[in-house]
């Protein structure tokens, strides 16, 4: 996917200059239940439906110093109780990782990690389904809006992130009482084309 260069409000969802950008469609898959981090999730998700959102719309972006990258799906109409709807980008730490269990011991995963109602994007670090450590790193920030059904979120960080040349997507359908290891989840790379 090309990141588009573009000057102006690239931090909002709905800024109109985002159709200036070339976009991807995304398919999501769960993780796989067997690679949740104990018993429990595995017995009490066993015959339950979870990571639910089947795929996302991504755009990519930079201004030369940040990259932006603005993702969209559709919401599931049910009210969220405990957990929020929430999205991540992700990128390799080492160039590669396995999307499918959000990493491992040997290859963590960065995530730029938005939440509906969280004031604050994360930057985290995942060694697999529910394995992560909060990283104060890099200036990650992040803004939603729910409109017509459909999320629209902009994640945005350094742009030397950018020069992984690729990122991947995970989306929480908080309504499913969907959270950590339990995501829709990309199971392949996207190509990250940067000038």
Known sequence: M?????SGALADPQWAG???ADGATVALKPVALESQPNAYIREAWKDRDYGQVAEGQVKAASDGERLYLRVEWPDDPAPNAEFQDAVS???PTNGSGVLATLGD?????VLWFWENGRPEALRLISRGPGVFRRDTGDGVAAAGVLADGRWSVVLSGPAAIGAKGKVGL???NGSNDERAGLAA?????????MD
């Open 170 to 172: 995970a989306v929480w």
């Open 89 to 91: 980008a992700i990128f």
């Open 105 to 109: 011991a040997d290859k963590p995963l």
């Open 2 to 6: 090309k990141v588009a260069k573009l």
């Open 18 to 20: 985002w159709s200036g």
């Open 185 to 193: 989840v990309s199971r392949e790379w996207l190509p990250l084309e």
